[in-house]
Antibody
Framework: EVQLVESGGGLVKPGGSLRLSCVASGFTFSSYSMNWVRQAPGKGLEWVSS???????YHADSVKGRFTISRDNAKNSLDLQMNSLRAEDTAVYYCARARSNWYSDYWGQGTLVTVSS | DIQLTQSPSFLSASVGDRVTITCRASQGIGSYLAWYQQKPGKAPKLLIY???TLQSGVPTRFSGRGSGTEFTLTISSLQPEDFATYYC??????????FGGGTKVEIK
């Protein structure tokens, strides 16, 4: 059974940093690209970052220069390092497995990040 | 960047109704579109990819059509468990992977 479990969310002050992790199981992690998607409270879905199997990365303009996606295939782990956090980064962050053309077929349960003073 | 516009943003319907949601792209995207369902407090669930391919395990009352700039998601006979918010998403050979604004389907 495919499982994705996010962790690392919490309350952080504006300008602070946080590192999210997503541990994958039930599939060969190294063979799949991965996505991060977020959802602000009461709002729609927003694509954040993606990483290919060979670690080529993509970031949304809204997070470029502040967030960095990475993966550790030995640990079946996907990370999102978030720096210079802003109030508008407050959201539930989901990791998701990507298939061809980047659609997400499996999603984690999400982890809440709150940026507030 | 390509934008996706969903309509309507809110839809009130009854069990058994046929429901259609539209997603329009600001420029042609071929068949590079996915549809997701999201219930409150839950992660999104993939319904359809490549505009019309039903994800394994998704009921056949869900169907997707379209190519280019106009796409539709149709639920042929709305069931109680279908009341949710639906999102379209731009796919591509590489990101960005824009989402539409969402369509909330509520019980009439």
């Amino acid at each position: 059974e495919v499982q994705l479990v996010e962790s690392g969310g919490g309350l952080v002050k504006p300008g602070g940093s946080l590192r999210l992790s997503c541990v994958a199981s039930g599939f060969t992690f190294s063979s799949y690209s991965m996505n991060w998607v977020r959802q602000a409270p009461g709002k729609g879905l927003e694509w954040v970052s993606s990483i290919t199997t060979d670690s080529y990365i993509y970031h949304a303009d809204s997070v470029k220069g502040r967030f960095t996606i990475s993966r550790d295939n030995a640990k079946n782990s996907l990370d999102l390092q978030m720096n210079s956090l802003r109030a508008e980064d407050t959201a539930v962050y989901y990791c998701a497995r990507a298939r061809s053309n980047w659609y997400s077929d499996y999603w984690g349960q999400g982890t809440l990040v709150t940026v507030s003073s | 960047d390509i934008q996706l516009t969903q309509s309507p943003s809110f839809l009130s319907a009854s069990v058994g109704d046929r429901v259609t949601i539209t997603c329009r792209a600001s420029q042609g995207i071929g068949s590079y579109l996915a549809w997701y369902q999201q219930k409150p407090g839950k992660a999104p669930k993939l319904l359809i990819y490549s505009a019309s391919t039903l994800q394994s395990g998704v009921p056949t009352r869900f169907s997707g059509r379209g190519s280019g700039t106009e796409f539709t998601l149709t639920i042929s006979s709305l069931q109680p468990e279908d009341f949710a918010t639906y999102y379209c998403q731009l796919l591509n050979t590489y990101p960005p992977l824009t989402f539409g604004g969402g369509t909330k389907v509520e019980i009439k």
